[in-house]
Nanobody, 114 residues
């Protein structure tokens, strides 16, 4: 059974940086798509960034130029480097893997203080 474990969330001041990680266990196959979504209080979950197995990336407009997604296929791990963080980046961040069906992490909280 595939399980995703996230790490790296926390509290940071505006302008700071955080790096999120999400590792999959229970599967030796490579996931077609890995990504990150986020959900702020009272809002719907929204796409942050995705990366395909070939390295193609896609970013939400609000994070483009500040966030970088990357993956390590050998470790079935996806990363999200978040720089120049803003208070509006405050949310619960969820990793997302696709391999014949979607898999979700448990969420990690990111809080950016002004």
């Amino acid at each position: 059974q595939v399980q995703l474990v996230e790490s790296g969330g926390g509290l940071v001041q505006a302008g700071g940086s955080l790096r999120l990680s999400c590792a999959a266990s229970g599967s030796s196959d490579s996931f077609n798509v890995m990504g990150w979504y986020r959900q702020a209080p009272g809002e719907q979950r929204k796409l942050v960034a995705t990366i395909t197995s070939s390295g193609l990336t896609n970013y939400a407009g609000s994070v483009k130029g500040r966030f970088t997604i990357s993956r390590d296929n050998a470790k079935n791990t996806v990363y999200l480097q978040m720089n120049s963080l803003k208070p509006e980046d405050t949310a619960d961040y969820y990793c997302y893997f696709w391999q014949q069906r979607p898999y979700w992490g448990q969420g990690t909280q990111v809080t950016v203080s002004s």
